[in-house]
């Protein structure tokens, strides 16, 4: 069975400072896929990222960027110069190649922050 | 392009009550995701549709809980009686399919309350 790992329940930052949100996975299987979905206070959850198995390259989008290392099964997720909007919570999800697309979630990262 | 959109937004009910959620996902999307989000937790699947067929339903508590897409659109999760323990967000999702690495459009949820 798959499961996503993330051991930082809540984190707080002053606003500019640098953020890791780390993921740790468990599975299996060999070809997986894995994503970051941020949900604010609406309740919406927006998706950030997909990344495949097979692409370890990191990936870098804006204020963003995803650090994926297969070697340690962790897909950690930056937030650089974080702003307030950035407040939120944000989940990392896996899911398997096979199995009807389903995903399963980590438990989520408060992330705050404050001016 | 309207998103996948729920209602209600909340509800409160007693317990042993009966309540009906709706959803309706982006057009054109075949597969259909209802998920129960506890507070803390992560999103866990309860049920995926593929156009009005269930893929996966193995998570769900089906002495209480149905669900039905019919004419492969709109969907109904149903809970009768309530528990306690029921209290969540039941987050509805959509994607173009069901296989692969297709992208989940998550509606704003509906937040039960069973008290």
């Known amino acids: 069975a798959q499961k996503v790992t993330q051991a930082q329940t809540e984190i707080s930052v002053v606003e500019k400072e640098d953020v890791t949100l780390d993921c740790v996975y468990e599975?299996?299987?060999?070809?997986?896929?894995l994503f970051w979905y941020k949900q604010p206070p609406s309740g919406e959850l927006v998706f950030l990222i997909r990344?495949?198995?097979?692409?370890?390259q990191n990936e870098i989008s804006g204020r963003y960027s995803w650090n994926f290392q297969k070697s340690t099964s962790s897909f950690n997720f930056t937030i650089t110069a974080s702003q307030v909007v950035d407040s939120a919570v944000y989940f990392c999800?896996?899911?398997?190649?096979?199995?009807?697309?389903?995903?399963?979630f980590g438990t989520g990262t408060q992330l705050k922050v404050e001016l | 392009e309207a998103g996948v959109a729920q209602s209600p937004r909340y509800k409160i009910i007693e317990k042993r009550q009966s309540v009906a959620f709706w959803c309706n996902p982006i057009s054109g999307h075949a597969t259909l995701y209802w998920y129960q989000q506890i507070l803390g937790q992560g999103p866990k699947l309860l049920i995926q549709f593929q156009n009005n067929g269930v893929v996966d339903d193995s998570q769900l508590p089906k002495d209480r809980f149905s669900a039905e897409r019919l004419k492969g659109v709109d969907s109904t999760l149903k809970i009768q009686p309530a528990k306690l323990e029921d209290s969540a967000v039941y987050l509805c999702?959509?994607?173009?399919?069901?296989?692969?690495?297709?992208?989940?459009?998550f509606g704003p949820g509906t937040r039960l309350t069973v008290t």
């Open positions: 990344r495949n198995s097979f692409d370890e």
């Open positions: 599975t299996r299987d060999t070809t997986y896929y």
């Open positions: 999800a896996l899911k398997l190649t096979g199995g009807g697309n389903k995903l399963t």
């Open positions: 999702a959509s994607s173009l399919g069901g296989q692969g690495a297709y992208e989940q459009y």
